[in-house]
């Protein structure tokens, strides 16, 4: 079993800053275009170096790739082209022996349907004790030709497919994603088996996939939502808390206060985070002590660039995550949403689609430009209290690859949605470890996406020891928030300019970030770091900086 460096503080996770890496785009150490376990292992000297404090996979498991490894076949292997579970064990073994933490992506809400218990199912036909651990019911219509309910996947279409025995199986998000039943019993105690799997092998938390979706209103006959359109954010407004068929039942906490038996059966117990698409109020449950510890909140990134609306979103996500006696967390991308450095210059109310769909040409953005906002926004987000999630790639300063051809595309969202949405394969473009080679040292190979030519002058060999390179302002940023950091307080300044962010932390430790489009007075105190130039001492627009 490997060391667990997490012991020195079983409080880590509070203000950590998280690497998210997805493997199949980090790094190939076999040449075969598809990123894997060994990749990881031989690049954890960059997020040593880097200043993080643990990576977060993606989901490394046996999958089609129907949905990007999001469809698993089997929650306790690597997927074979990947590597293997003594793959796996090196690459924490080494991790931990590095000081970083290895936190892995959870995905309970659905399986693949290739997965060994929906290939039962399938084969076991209706009425069978297989077919109790997923959602199957008849259909309406004469011949149950019609699903059994109006609800729709998250990526488009209805979420029932039809099996050739005339029923029709629940997948919210792809067909080949199945949605298990958790009032099963054997869904729940599989899940705590494999809870216990990687926690025994070293594993220091774990990141739940779609944590809100798991409980479902399953009693007959089920609830149709009354418009297709009610599927989503809509309908959890539109419901009263808790009461919504699928999404952020209240019945779903009690799986994670089980969860939390196990996790803290170990020592030191094992962290976890929900992935809950859910207002603040009803996130603030999911992190509550007994039950995962921490959520995601996706309110700092879905915020505009603005001073006023970043500060309510700022002290609310604080207040919500006091509420639970959690930290909050913060994340400006990841793997789902068009990279920051691109995403923070499109005007307000751009439909992000129609960008991707434009090739990112309307409208057209200003890379430049573009990289000075992102710049600030993450040394914002990195002077608050709680944990930053930093999504692989973004230390480079990549922008979204919203060129892609659509011969190249594989996120199932383009074809379900009948090749209307562009889905988000530009931002899981994999990286340029170097200027040259046929993948910018990604591997020996190419790269299973297509990396634009721009690419070269990102690629961390362009920016290691380059001092106002995007990559060095991380590490700097990163090294001084290490120092810097005691306790989770924030006191706002009563008297900022209009579009300015003011804020202190503590010992005089004072965060201040321009958001309005012209220079501002520089407040006084020594500068530590700032995200981009000075302009003859004053603090430029779309610039953040901090001060002791």
């Not at 961390?460 to 928030?481: K, N």
Request: aromatic share 10%.
């Amino acid at each position: 079993m490997t060391p667990d460096l997490s012991s020195r503080d079983p409080n880590w996770w509070r203000q950590a800053v998280i690497y998210q890496v997805y493997p199949r785009s980090f790094a190939d150490a076999d040449g075969d275009g598809l990123g894997d376990i060994r990749g990881i292992t031989e690049r954890l000297a960059h997020l040593s170096a880097l200043g993080v404090d643990a990576l977060w996979l993606s989901p490394f498991y046996p999958s089609e790739l129907a949905d990007g490894g999001y469809d698993v076949a089997d929650y306790r292997d690597v997927d074979p082209r990947l590597g293997t579970l003594d793959d796996f064990a090196a690459m924490v073994a080494e991790a931990h022996r590095l000081g970083l933490k290895v936190i892995v992506d959870l995905v309970p809400n659905h399986t693949s349907h290739q997965h060994v218990w929906f290939q039962e199912a399938l084969a076991a036909g209706p009425g069978s004790a297989a077919r109790e651990r997923y959602v199957f019911r008849d259909g309406k219509g004469v011949h149950g030709e019609l699903p059994p309910t109006d609800w729709q996947s998250v990526f488009g279409g209805s979420a029932w497919q039809r099996v050739p025995d005339g029923q029709w199986y629940l997948h919210l998000f792809a067909p080949q994603q199945p949605d298990l039943n958790w009032a099963n019993d054997e869904v729940r105690a599989d899940f705590r088996t494999t809870l216990r799997f990687w926690s025994d092998r070293g594993v220091d938390g774990f990141r739940v996939d779609v944590a809100h979706a798991l409980a479902k209103d399953l009693s007959e006959p089920l609830r149709d939502l009354g418009a297709p359109e009610l599927s989503g954010d809509e309908a959890l407004a539109a419901m009263a808390p808790g009461t919504h068929p699928f999404f952020d039942r209240d019945e779903v906490h009690a799986i994670y206060r089980d969860w939390r038996r196990i996790l803290d059966a170990y020592t030191p117990p094992r962290t976890a985070v929900a992935e809950a698409w859910v207002p603040g109020a009803r996130r603030a449950l999911y992190a509550r002590a007994d039950e995962l510890g921490q959520a995601f909140n996706f309110e700092y990134l879905q915020a505009g660039w603005g001073a006023a609306e970043l500060r309510e979103v700022i002290t609310d996500s604080l207040t919500t995550a006091q509420a639970a006696h959690a930290s909050a967390t913060w994340v400006l991308s990841n793997h789902d949403v068009v990279r920051h450095a691109s995403r923070l210059m499109l005007p307000p109310g751009t439909d992000e689609n129609a960008w991707l769909l434009s090739g990112g040409h309307a409208p057209a953005v200003d890379a430049a430009k573009g990289l000075r906002r992102a710049r600030a926004a993450t040394l914002l987000m990195l002077a608050l209290p709680g944990s930053s999630y930093v999504y692989q790639g973004e230390e480079l300063g990549l922008p979204e690859v919203a060129d892609l051809p659509v011969e190249v595309l594989q996120d199932p969202i383009w074809e379900q949605t009948g090749r209307v949405r562009k889905g988000r394969d530009g931002c899981r473009v994999p990286l340029p470890w170097t200027t040259t080679g046929p993948s910018y040292g990604f591997g020996a190979g190419g790269a299973w996406l297509p990396q634009p030519e721009s690419f070269a002058a990102y690629a961390v060999e362009a920016q290691d020891g380059a001092g106002s390179s995007t990559l060095e302002f991380y590490r700097t940023a990163l090294r001084l928030r290490r120092k810097l950091l005691e306790g989770e307080a924030l006191t706002w300044a009563d008297d900022s300019p209009a579009g300015v962010l003011d804020f202190s932390r503590h010992e005089g430790w004072r965060c201040v970030t321009n958001l309005s489009d012209a220079a501002v007075p520089l407040p006084a105190g020594e500068v530590l770091i700032t995200s981009g130039p000075l302009e003859d001492g004053l603090l430029a627009a779309d610039t953040t900086v901090w001060l002791a």
